[in-house]
């Protein structure tokens, strides 16, 4: 469980480790005119577009899920991760309000954001 809440961190904190290992590519290390006339650009990000990919990454889903998709991921990760499963151990069962927190906010902007 505490595993699955480092997992969802790294989603929230974005792709930087993607980004460091496109860097350490060999193949870009051969550069052309063009790469010094036209550098790359990448595609243009909003604060908005980070933070649903983030709460799709929280729910398990792939962006631009359906609205039922993201009620039943909702629900497969509330039936294994909720705090009255994990009653007996205190340090798992506060992990599991942190994530059963999280993945109610991901589940109700998503269903909010969608329903526009």
């Known amino acids: ?19 460091q290992d496109a860097s350490a590519d060999p193949s870009r ?13 990448p595609p243009p990000r909003n604060a908005q577009s980070d933070r649903l990919a983030g709460f799709y990454a929280n729910l398990e889903l792939q962006p ?8 039943k991921a909702w629900r497969r990760l509330m ?9 007996q151990d205190p340090q ?4 599991a309000e ?3 927190q999280r993945l109610t906010e991901a589940y109700h902007t998503l269903n909010k954001e969608l329903s526009k």
């Open 92 to 95: 798992k069962k506060q992990v």
């Open 1 to 19: 469980m505490i595993k699955r809440l480092f997992d969802i961190a790294k989603a929230n904190w974005g792709d930087w480790r993607e980004r």
């Open 64 to 71: 631009g899920a359906t609205k039922d998709e993201v009620k």
């Open 29 to 41: 290390q051969n550069f052309t005119e063009q790469d010094y006339f036209q550098p790359e650009s």
């Open 98 to 100: 942190e994530l059963t």
């Open 79 to 87: 039936k294994q991760y909720h705090p009255d499963l994990h009653s």
